[in-house]
């Protein structure tokens, strides 16, 4: 682990790279190379039906926090509907899927431990450019290499 970048960090509001991660589409508050490893701290505002199927991070845990809207989580064999205030946290190596309800846009805050985790989104966002859909093969090989792996079916 290196040594953060600065001892205070202070990033305005809306600043920060704005992604579209295969449909999930986040901002990148911090990175983990500006935490110096320690996590990455990103801001997700999704319409309903946007998800991510059921997968595990080998290395790191995951906590959101809702800010607004509905997202149902599924992490192990629980199945939690999330709301406004609530917080999901999921321990690494422990399958965990999430997905927008409702009739309205969910946002939230998700924070992972360690930080890195940000390059993974940025590399699959590039491929994402024009409206591209990356193969799943590519998909489930740009995150193995970051220690995440989804289950099947994907």
């Given at each position: 682990?290196?040594?953060?970048?600065?001892?205070?960090?202070?990033?305005?509001?809306?600043?920060g790279?704005?992604?579209?991660?295969?449909?999930?589409?986040?901002?990148?508050?911090?990175?983990?190379?500006?935490?110096?490893?320690?996590?990455?701290?990103?801001?997700n505002?999704?319409?309903?039906?946007?998800?991510?199927?059921?997968?595990?991070?080998?290395?790191?845990?995951?906590?959101?926090?809702?800010?607004?809207?509905?997202?149902?989580?599924?992490?192990?064999?629980?199945?939690?509907?999330?709301?406004?205030?609530?917080?999901?946290?999921?321990?690494?190596?422990?399958?965990h899927?999430?997905?927008?309800?409702?009739?309205?846009?969910?946002?939230?805050?998700?924070?992972?431990?360690?930080?890195?985790?940000?390059?993974?989104?940025?590399?699959?966002?590039?491929?994402?450019?024009?409206?591209?859909?990356?193969?799943?093969?590519?998909?489930?090989?740009?995150?193995?290499?970051?220690?995440?792996?989804?289950?099947?079916?994907?």
């Amino acid at each position: 682990m290196t040594t953060a970048t600065t001892e205070c960090l202070h990033v305005r509001a809306n600043h920060g790279p704005l992604l579209n991660v295969i449909g999930d589409h986040q901002r990148i508050i911090l990175t983990g190379e500006q935490t110096g490893g320690t996590m990455t701290l990103l801001a997700n505002c999704n319409s309903p039906g946007t998800g991510i199927p059921l997968h595990f991070h080998g290395s790191e845990d995951e906590a959101f926090y809702i800010l607004e809207g509905e997202v149902e989580f599924t992490v192990a064999d629980q199945t939690i509907i999330a709301r406004k205030g609530d917080t999901i946290f999921g321990a690494r190596k422990i399958p965990h899927a999430w997905k927008v309800i409702g009739d309205r846009d969910a946002r939230m805050l998700v924070f992972v431990t360690p930080g890195g985790c940000d390059r993974m989104f940025q590399e699959l966002a590039d491929l994402c450019r024009g409206g591209q859909r990356p193969a799943p093969e590519t998909i489930m090989e740009i995150c193995g290499r970051y220690d995440v792996h989804f289950q099947p079916p994907v």
